[in-house]
């Protein structure tokens, strides 16, 4: 059984910082991209980052640039999203996701915004102001 299952979220201050998991099971990690990816009720989900299998390549949307950094673990099927300096405008549920990584074809950019094949059940992250 396929299964990504994100922790780490949790309520904190504006310009605190959070370290978010997501550790997979059930496919070959090695194989897949992870990204994560957040949504406000009533707003489309927006994606954040992802990082290839071989953590080569990496991808961040504009507005986290330089303050999340996204990194893997491939001993233990675990990616982390480190979130810095959090605004009360990063306040979403995040969740993980995989993709079968085809960065030998396209961007990694172009995956990232692609349909994700398998999705986390999420981890809910507050910012107060």
């Known amino acids: 059984e396929v299964q990504l299952v994100e922790s780490g979220g949790g309520l904190v201050q504006a310009g605190g910082s959070l370290r978010l998991s997501c550790a997979a099971s059930g496919f070959s990690f090695s194989d897949y991209i992870i990204g994560w990816f957040r949504q406000v009720p009533g707003k489309e989900r927006e994606g954040l980052s992802c990082i290839s299998s071989g953590a080569n390549r990496v991808y961040y949307t504009d507005s986290v640039k330089g303050r999340f950094t996204i990194s893997s673990d491939n001993a233990n099927n675990t990616v982390y999203l480190q979130m810095n300096n959090l605004k009360p405008e990063d306040t979403a549920v995040y969740y993980c996701?995989?993709?079968?990584?085809?960065?030998?074809?396209?961007?990694?950019?172009?995956?990232?915004?692609?349909?994700?094949?398998?999705w986390g059940k999420g981890t809910l992250v507050t910012v107060s102001s």
């Open positions: 996701a995989a993709l079968w990584d085809s960065t030998w074809l396209t961007t990694i950019d172009t995956l990232c915004t692609s349909a994700m094949q398998y």
